[in-house]
């Protein structure tokens, strides 16, 4: 099984650290490269990594199953199995420094915090005051700030939403659209996905609830997926049900992964933040080279850098062949 948050996450901690070793050595140094645009430079990809977040924005028509797909997801039943009212962030939140808590973003910009467990309890009234929801949550899914955003019903979305959820699905890293496999394809569901053809390379097409249908209809239900949203490939749909022990969970996850940590913009970045890193590298052992021996030797600091850095870009070398 290929490992892309893995890898995502090791080239991630090489960059900052190897970051982290530069700024440190040009802070002993008094290196010159303080001077002018250079510390800045790196400063800013690592700031950039660590802000980084992977939405996943789920949409489907009314009670297709988009909420219990959340909860497989993130292997706990924290979201409500009743209609979605409002856009729903779901968040890591690492339980030794932070909490499971709700935030409810109101209308009126006031922000009210609630422990988890009462999120069942908001009831319609209490929602209609709220913009959207923010759940933090102790997930290994959400580790390296995946966030999953849970939207009301295609059918029940007012101009404002429709228009808030074609951007979360634009600056999105995944899509996935929930069908039922009894109104799989239906004319609400074509017409939402009509104007979205840009990002059909980053959306999953999951059918839920093949429990409802007979296990002969499975060919007409794919046939109707590829024909209804001009599918490509089979490699971005699933047929599933929540009530089998077989749902293809595991190959969703693998799918949605590879879609988030194989995205071809996060893979040049990535190699442009190497590259960076490696002309400040150079620069700096240019600098270096100007010291005397005795200079260098009797440094026990410089060596420790050196050998730090050395082992980095080793590593770092290999992963760019
Ligand atoms: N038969 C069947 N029911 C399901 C399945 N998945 C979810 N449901 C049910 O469908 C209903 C709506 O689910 P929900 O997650 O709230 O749908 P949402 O409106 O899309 O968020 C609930 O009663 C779920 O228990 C499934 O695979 N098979
Ligand atoms: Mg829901």
């Known amino acids: 099984m290929e490992e892309y948050k893995e890898k995502y996450i090791e080239n991630k901690n090489e960059i900052t650290s190897a970051i982290e070793v530069i700024l440190e050595y040009i802070k002993q140094s008094k290196s010159d490269l303080k001077l002018g645009e250079n510390i800045s430079e790196i400063e800013k990809i690592k700031e950039a990594f660590s802000m980084k977040d992977f939405k996943i924005v789920v949409t489907g028509n009314n009670g297709v199953g988009k909420s219990t797909f959340i909860n497989t997801l993130v292997n706990q039943n924290i979201l409500p199995i009743k209609p979605t009212k409002v856009l729903t962030y779901i ?4 339980l030794i420094h932070g909490f499971e808590v709700t935030k409810l973003y109101l209308k009126n910009k006031e922000i009210i915090t609630i422990d988890n467990d009462k999120l069942n309890r908001l009831s319609e ?10 759940i933090f949550l102790d997930s290994n899914f959400l580790k390296e700030d995946v966030v999953i955003v849970d939207t009301p019903s295609i ?18 890293a995944a899509h996935i659209f929930l069908c039922s496999a009894d109104h799989a394809g239906c ?7 009509q ?3 840009q990002y059909l390379n980053k959306t999953l097409f999951v059918v839920n609830k093949m429990d409802l249908i007979h296990p002969e209809e499975e060919e007409e239900i ?6 209804n949203f001009d599918l490509k490939t089979t490699e971005h749909l699933f047929l599933m049900s929540i009530h089998n022990d077989d749902n293809p969970m595991i190959a969703i996850k693998q799918q949605l992964e590879q879609v988030i940590f194989e995205d071809d913009k996060l893979q040049k970045e990535i190699a442009e933040a190497y590259k960076t890193i490696n002309r400040h590298y150079a620069l700096l052992m240019k600098e270096n080279l100007l010291k005397t021996n005795e200079e260098l030797e009797n440094d026990a600091f410089f060596k420790k850098i050196d050998d730090d850095m050395n082992a980095l870009f080793k590593k770092m070398r290999n992963n760019l062949k």
């Open 222 to 227: 794919i046939d109707a997926m590829i024909m």
């Open 195 to 197: 104007d979205k053809e």
């Open 155 to 172: 059918m029940t979305l007012s101009k404002v939403q429709e228009e808030n959820i074609d951007t979360q699905i634009k600056e999105a």
């Open 125 to 134: 009234n209490d929602l209609s005051e709220v913009e959207y929801l923010e």
């Open 91 to 94: 968040k890591h939140s690492d």
């Open 187 to 193: 004319t609400a569901e074509v017409d939402f996905i």
